[in-house]
């Protein structure tokens, strides 16, 4: 028996073969008489090119991620960096030269693939991600809260006014100015909102924007790979007993409740109600509040498309229902969508981060130095802060060790460093932690991003 089954799918393989081969011979011989050779038989389209692209990143990223250093990896961040290498890799005018390549080649930030990038993979991205940890961390988010709200509020301000205080110390270094040193301290805490905010509070006093990008883009790197690579050594360092920490965790939250019967569920799986924590969420982040007396014409804050999804996200997982409509979703579908998420969020930030990199560095009239100036700057807001937060967690706050890296990746604004300590925590519950402290943080930054230009500026 076993052997017919086996022969059956050695020939089933061999006719897959021969029909392969059929077809790249007939596309081989009809592309010899054309004029554009192989362009003919390889339609690559935007769309083609970007859905490749992301795959691409994917495959390679996580073959990156996946090297394992004395128990240190660099997990799902591993596609940022090649996103990164990507990114410029498509800068170079010689694709332009080569079939099919071409279809990847990114003049500079404004062409069409990359704001593709920029705009639409890793806003999805984050949306999936931020819903997911929202709906993960809904439960237990409220009561956690109400029992270390004053640590949470106290932790992310002074994470946030660490690295402000180190931004404004930076800005004063001659040839810097505080646009480049905003754009950088935005890119070390890894806070797109912030770096909104900076360019907003530029536009409005007539100064340059390139330069706050610049910033943005040369220090993104190290703020995702250092706090990612924080969560993972301090256990390590502190020689932490994972399985106390768990529990000291565990102890700190509420179990979930559950599920009530007789609920009306769209579907299995619950993507209709993620779908509508989704919809509130955009709705939510798009509103906008003055922060000036020039009213709307002046700078304004709003909670973006990160914090809206991540607030109505909680809201929809700690009640877990309206009525009898269920607004559960499946522990496997809110896994997925983070991981998944969070892979999209670092290839679209990671292309456009690479692509400006190239651009931005040749419009500055610093040159090369410019870089070493972000990334000495980026490495210092980014490792001070972090420091600074943990050691106020741990010592004054006394706070439990995942308690308190949970809530320095809220504090960071950090996405991609959550997804790596629930890896290496081994359960989601730090998620309350991030969940907690990141809506503290992320008003903060953006304060703190216009504060400086205008102030300094």
Known sequence: MKQTKKT?????????VLLIGAVAVWCASCAAGAPNGIEATFKVSTVTALLCGIFIVAVLGYLLGSISIDGVSLGTA??????ILFGYLSTLPQLQSIPVFDSFFIQDSSAA???YYS???QNVGLVLFVTSVGFIAGPNFFKNLKKNATSFVLLG????VSGAAVAALFALIPGIGPEFSVGVMSGALTSTPGFSAALEAAESIGH??????????????????????FVQLMPKLLKADMNKERELLKAGVEEKTQKMQGLFSCDAFGLG???????????LGSVNIPLTGAGYAGPCFSLGTTGGTLIMSLIFGHFGHIGRFSLEVSDRTLKVFREFGLMLFLTGAGV????SLVSEIGKSSLGGMIVVYGLIGGALMTIIPMLIGFLFAKYILKLSLLNSLGSITGGMTSTPALGTLINTAKTDDVAAAYASTYPIALVLVVLAAQLIITLMG
Request: aromatic share 12%; charged share 5%; net charge neutral.
């Open 8 to 16: 059956n799918n050695l020939l089933w393989i061999l006719i897959g």
């Open 78 to 83: 591993g596609v940022f960096l090649v996103a």
């Open 113 to 115: 693939l990359n704001t």
């Open 119 to 121: 705009k639409i993979i």
């Open 157 to 160: 301000a002074m994470i946030i």
């Open 208 to 229: 340059a924007t390139d330069i706050i990008t610049l910033g943005y883009a040369i220090a993104y790197p190290f703020g995702v790979i250092g706090v990612v690579l």
């Open 273 to 283: 109600a993620f779908a509508l924590a989704v919809v509130f969420g955009l709705a």
């Open 352 to 355: 456009s981060g690479g692509v």
